[in-house]
């Protein structure tokens, strides 16, 4: 699985003085392959390397890839986690709480990502139903790769 080897490539010639400039008329062909429905949940797998990425070149990564955590995806998952936990506890006030917490924290993640995209109602459908899941995959993959790659990545 290819993912973040070119940020590798450009984080070591960066580490070797060896300076990565822009070429205006140099052409990159990179052809668009299609997509099937909900393509953007399995890719959140990639992840992972990012931990391995953050792991070797944690300044680098902060300044050019990602300057902080997805917090908003943390907080999705801290907040179905919870009514997860409080109905098992039987606290449905609570459970309730947190499930307004995440509908509301999940109605802004499907605006931010519509406001980016075409209007179709299959693409609208695809981005509801992608931005439900998206957030919960990404953090175990990013805590995974944390793990496996034994840094501290968030």
Known sequence: MAWREDSDLEFKLLEQCIPVVKVDEAVVIHPVIEAHWGVRIKEQKKGLFNALLFKKFPHLYRKKMQDDPPWNYYMI???VLC???FLFLELKSLAMVFAIFWFVLTVNFITMRLRQM???LSHVLEMIVTSTVIPLVSVY???YGAIKYKTLFL
Do not use: F, Y
């Open 118 to 120: 075409t209007q179709n």
């Open 77 to 79: 998952t801290v907040a």
């Open 141 to 143: 993959w990013r805590l």
């Open 83 to 85: 009514v997860v936990a």
